[in-house]
T-cell receptor, first 110, second 114 residues
């Protein structure tokens, strides 16, 4: 199956600090998606990255896809309490098994 | 509400009983996925359908699990002879087509096996 490691597993930040989560794959990915899951909620799609070296921004969120298409990152600038949740990467394509990353649980302290 | 719906939202059953869950995807979405999620873990892939065809099934999935999507619309997931280890949230998601595989998740069915 597609082996993906996501780090860190947990992250506590003060409101206003930045946050980054990384997703690393043992194999080259076709593309990668990112999802956010609020406590008690279901995963919600954030973005899909397809091209090598791609960078996409959504307000305070910046998503990157590595040049080798083996890793990806999500960076949040100046976190807010509404950013609380677990962020999952989801590698896509070319793999017989489809699996989410283990997730990074973000806590934002006011 | 035109999102993905799942029924029931909660199910409590005794070990050894069979349970069936239903998922209604967003209309015209070709792909439908089933996942299982336990506390503190990411969703674990179970199976997915392209229209009515079941294209992939997790190797981790026991023979007690079966899924159908008979007319390419709604889907059912059945678990036979439930075990306590089956207790989890069962999530369904749908996506429009191969070149747009953003997945829209339903609220899930929480299964508790006593």
């Amino acid at each position: 199956g597609q082996q993906v490691m996501q780090i860190p597993q947990y992250q506590h930040v003060q409101e206003g600090e930045d946050f980054t989560t990384y997703c690393n794959s043992s194999t080259t990915l076709s593309n990668i998606q990112w999802y956010k899951q609020r406590p008690g909620g279901h995963p919600v799609f954030l973005i899909q990255l397809v091209k090598s070296g791609e960078v996409k921004k959504q307000k305070r969120l910046t998503f990157q896809f590595g040049e080798a298409k083996k890793n990806s990152s999500l960076h949040i600038t100046a976190t807010q309490t509404t950013d609380v949740g677990t962020y999952f990467c989801y590698p896509w394509g070319g793999a017989r098994q489809l699996t989410f990353g283990s997730g990074t649980q973000l806590t934002v302290l006011p | 509400d035109t999102g993905v719906s799942q029924d029931p939202r909660h199910k409590i059953t005794k070990r050894g009983q069979n349970v069936t869950f239903r998922c209604d995807p967003i209309s015209e979405h070709n792909r439908l996925y089933w996942y299982r999620q336990t506390l503190g873990q990411g969703p674990e892939f179970l199976t997915y359908f392209q229209n009515e065809a079941q294209l992939e099934k997790s190797r981790l999935l026991s023979d007690r699990f079966s899924a159908e999507r008979p007319k390419g619309s709604f889907s059912t997931l059945e678990i036979q002879r439930t075990e306590q280890g089956d207790s989890a949230m069962y999530l369904c998601a749908s996506s429009p087509r191969l070149d747009n595989n953003e997945q829209f998740f339903g609220p899930g069915t929480r299964l508790t096996v006593l």
